[in-house]
């Protein structure tokens, strides 16, 4: 029976849904839209199948298949960023990163990781996550002036935290980071070093970015975000910590593996393989610049003066408007993004002076440096009559007007 016929009700919202995201301009930077060959991969029948273990090596029957289907994905993900190991079965990117430390740690051993006030994630050792529950974790921050890692005060901060573990990555940084440098803090005090390359992983994998693979013990990933697959996590590390990884995720904080997903992510690593996405990657950059430059020149302050990457924040404090206020008024015109705190906040998580803004997606719609100029144009007039309900309702037209112009999911759904 289809979905339309056992259950109209959810039928109804997932149609709602398509349409949303088929006519809103998404600038979250951690989201995406996935193709067909991702969508088909993850509703399919392999939803069905237990398969916990690894290829050759499960706990259940009937397993021949994943077991292809696995090491394909596995061996896609070794290939493309040239890595020692690779475990793809982490169900999130959070997964993944509570996989290593859980691999590798001890409860209560330090960790040193970016401060989630200037950046980090919750899982490099915020207090509310696993990170900071079950060991003691210590932060970095950016420089008060440049807004910018500053190496030789990550230096000296692990010098005096002598942490077990250094996590190097981010959610909300916009600059390049020097994992070589980054390698070198943490073998002067005898750490390990994870990098989170979450965000950035496409850019990496297309040379857009500094790699981290060669540098780091262990790489830690999402395979949507920049690299357009399903939401999952992944795993990358030197060969002599492969079976402690392994154990580490099965059965150490999972059980089966969503197999569905996996294949899936077996996809994506073959799509990122290809000369188009190398260049969706370099296209992402040219857009988050110029739309970063486009908001700059309307008035708008940039944390850290600019971006390397696929992101950028904008302080609003000067516009007497929080990242609350603006995200609730563009999203009622159609515009997605996310309130974020920027370095030194003086306003909570829940209010931020900030907003963040990322690219990958409305690039995947095949938006361009021109598109991005009139993105800022209307970021920009929603900003100025924030209260303006009715001004909103306007906007949020020529939003589904522009995004009519670059179809996603219209050529796939009957919207």
Do not use: W
Not at 69 to 77: Q, T, V
Not at 257 to 281: G, R, W
Request: aromatic residues 8%; contains cysteine.
């Amino acid at each position: 029976m289809k979905l339309s016929e056992s259950d109209s009700q959810i039928y109804q919202l997932i149609k709602k849904e398509i349409e949303r995201e088929e006519y809103s301009l998404i600038l979250i930077a951690s989201e995406n839209y996935v193709g067909e060959d991702i969508l088909d991969a993850m509703s399919c029948v392999l939803t069905n199948k237990y398969a916990e273990g690894y290829p050759s090596k499960r706990f259940y029957s009937g397993c021949r298949y994943l077991d292809e289907i696995e090491s394909i994905a596995i061996d896609r993900a070794k290939e493309l960023f040239k890595a020692e190991h690779a475990n793809v079965q982490p169900h999130s990117g959070s997964s993944a990163n509570m996989a290593v430390l859980h691999g590798v740690l001890k409860p209560g051993d330090r960790i040193l990781g970016m401060d989630i006030t200037h950046g980090g994630h919750l899982t490099h050792g915020a207090r509310a996550s696993f990170s900071g529950k079950f060991y003691s974790s210590f932060g970095y921050k950016v420089s008060r002036e440049t807004e910018m890692i500053d190496y030789e005060e990550v230096e000296r901060v692990a010098r005096e935290v002598r942490p077990r573990l250094i996590i190097a990555g981010a959610s909300a940084y916009p600059r390049f980071i020097d994992f070589e440098r980054f390698r070198k803090i943490a073998d002067s005090v005898g750490a390990y070093l994870m990098v989170d390359i979450a965000h950035i992983a496409g850019l990496v994998v297309a040379g857009e970015h500094p790699d981290p693979v060669r540098h780091a013990h262990f790489v830690t990933t999402t395979t949507h975000k920049t690299m357009r697959g399903p939401r999952g996590g992944l795993i990358l590390c030197k060969e002599e910590f492969a079976k402690a990884i392994d154990a580490a995720v099965f059965p150490g904080i999972q059980g089966g593996p969503l197999m569905h997903v996996i294949a899936a992510k077996a996809v994506s690593l073959k799509n990122a393989m290809t000369d188009e996405f190398k260049e969706y990657q370099r296209q992402i950059i040219k857009n988050a610049k110029h739309l970063c430059a486009s908001m700059e020149k309307k008035g708008y302050r940039i944390v850290s003066g600019g971006t390397d990457n696929h992101l950028f924040l904008v302080d609003l404090t000067s516009k007497n408007i929080t990242g609350k206020e603006a995200q609730e008024a563009l999203e009622r015109s159609g515009i997605m993004l996310n309130r974020n705190l920027i370095p030194f906040d003086t306003k909570g998580p829940n209010i931020t002076s900030g907003i963040r803004i990322g690219t990958p997606a409305v690039t995947t719609r095949g938006m361009k440096e021109p598109e991005m100029e009139i993105i800022a144009e209307l970021i920009h007039r929603v900003l100025e009559r924030i209260d303006d309900g009715a001004f909103q309702d306007e906007v949020k037209e020529e939003v589904k007007a522009l995004c009519s112009r670059f179809p996603f999911y219209a050529k796939i759904y009957p919207l």
